[in-house]
């Protein structure tokens, strides 16, 4: 659309919904000369990722681990601290955080001149919505970037008080003795293994024959053991029947026959995207029983104008993804660019305890493949740094091409894992020539540092080749 076109309209683009992908969208639109607008339904920007996925629940993970950790040093026990903070206690200091990153990309709209319309938008046609207070507003161009929120089946009663979604959980004030986390995908395991940390006894219940059946096997097989290791009693391959709440707790029957009674439920299974109140009906563009809708490579839907990005279009579902998408839409529609930027080079980051990250192909992928690699490892027991901070659980795993060496894949596991696979993903990007498992041993690294992970494991792989 010309510019001549586009100045019909009160924008050139409208965004609905400032999450991760909204933020992406409309700062690359705006930063790129065109008249932006968004529309936030809730009192503060942000989306789901600031108030209640992605921050809280990271904020609260390392409230859990760091308050736990020093209560179980030795010199602790040792003056007598042997307090159990509540849950409430717990996650005080998530609303600061949350204050401090709503004020952060508050001023992104602010410094782009991008208004923020208060409300929930609707389609009324294909280029104008409607806002909550009656203020339609007209634009060129959309994105759909309005997030997901957890999925809850009719059979669940989520208005009893020890029934929770992921959503609810972080609302929790005392702590139970006991939980069942029905779901065992990233959003499961993460609380699961939260909540063990506390001492809680946790029921983690796998709908599949594996966790997390997208990682790498031997990664799998780690969060496995170290999950059954620390306590958590896993149940694969099994499905709700029903959910009986009582005064004393929550009693969940499985359809093998299976009762399992605990003080709590954490209902983990699914998102849906929130699409039902966007007035689509007056579009072309259909959401699926999910409520996620379809896209193209450049993020356009059935009608070329208008985008959606993040979790309403449904897999990878990560915030880092979303901003991501964003930017490539804005991009697209700036003519600056036409790559599909949302399944390609995103690693995963999965804060369970030890966390877990990963980049690239997986061995069953590769095998699959026929494609000849080779394995370099490098465990973290054998690291100095791991050594002096007691984090000695994991390992990094590199997988290369035995013949050209080039790095296929990289997968973490243990402390700082979501950090230091930025390296081998850095690596990865580079040209064919420069993108080499080589690199890793001819570079000098910090030591004693987690990253030196990466020369152990070259050395490792590259001796194995013959």
Excluded at 36 to 61: D, F, M, N
Excluded at 104 to 119: E, T
Excluded at 410 to 427: D, L, M, P, Y
């Amino acid at each position: 659309m010309s510019q001549s076109e586009r100045s019909k309209f009160d924008y050139d683009l409208f965004v609905i919904g400032t999450g991760p992908g909204g933020e992406g969208a409309a700062m690359q639109a705006a930063k790129g000369g065109w008249r932006v607008g968004v529309a936030e339904r809730y009192r503060q920007i942000g989306g789901g990722c600031t108030h209640w996925g992605t921050i809280p629940s990271k904020a609260l993970r390392y409230a859990v681990t760091s308050t736990m950790r020093s209560l179980k040093n030795p010199v602790m026990r040792e003056l007598g601290y042997t307090v159990a903070p509540s849950m409430e206690q717990l996650g005080r200091g998530t609303q600061t955080i949350i204050g401090r990153q709503v004020s952060m990309r508050q001023s992104f709209y602010d410094r782009n001149n991008v208004p923020i319309h208060r409300g929930q938008a609707r389609f009324i046609d294909e280029h104008t919505v409607r806002i909550d207070d009656g203020e339609t507003v007209t634009a060129a161009h959309f994105v759909i970037a309005t997030g997901s929120r957890p999925y809850r089946p009719s059979n669940v009663d989520f208005s009893h008080p020890q029934v929770y979604d992921s959503d609810t959980i972080l609302g929790m004030h005392d702590r139970p003795s006991s939980i069942t986390v029905y779901g065992a995908g990233v959003i499961g395991t993460e609380y699961a293994s939260m909540f063990r940390n506390l001492g809680i006894k946790v029921n983690l219940i796998n709908t599949r024959g594996q966790l997390l059946e997208f990682l790498d096997d031997e990664i799998i097989d780690a969060l496995s053991y170290h999950l059954r290791d620390q306590g958590v009693i896993i149940r694969h391959n099994e499905y709700i029947d029903r959910l009986e709440p009582h005064e004393d707790g929550v009693v969940l029957y499985l359809k093998s026959g299976k009762a399992l009674k605990t003080d709590a439920f954490l209902w983990a299974n699914g998102r849906q995207g929130n699409t039902d109140d966007l007035g689509l009906q007056n579009l072309p563009i259909e959401a699926n029983s999910r409520g996620q809708i379809d896209v193209d490579d450049q993020f356009q839907t059935c009608l070329p104008h208008i985008y959606a990005v993040g979790d309403v279009i449904g897999i990878p579902s990560l915030a880092s993804a979303a901003y991501t998408q964003g930017r490539a839409a804005g991009m697209h529609m700036l003519g600056q660019c036409s790559g599909n930027l949302r399944l390609h080079d995103i690693p995963t980051g999965i804060y369970t305890s030890p966390e877990i990250s990963s980049v690239g192909a997986t061995e069953k992928e590769l095998t699959e493949q026929c494609v000849p690699y080779e394995v370099g490892q490098a465990q973290f027991r054998s690291l100095a740094r791991a050594q002096i901070t007691g984090e000695t659980v994991g390992m990094l795993k590199l997988l290369f091409h035995r013949e050209t060496k080039r790095v296929l894949g990289v997968h973490c596991f243990g402390a700082n894992a979501s950090e230091i696979v930025h390296i081998g993903q850095a690596i990865m990007n580079q040209p064919d020539e420069h993108n080499t498992i080589e690199y890793f041993i001819e570079t000098t690294f910090n030591y004693p540092t987690m990253a030196e992970a990466y020369r152990v494991a070259a050395l490792n792989g590259i001796n194995r080749l013959f």
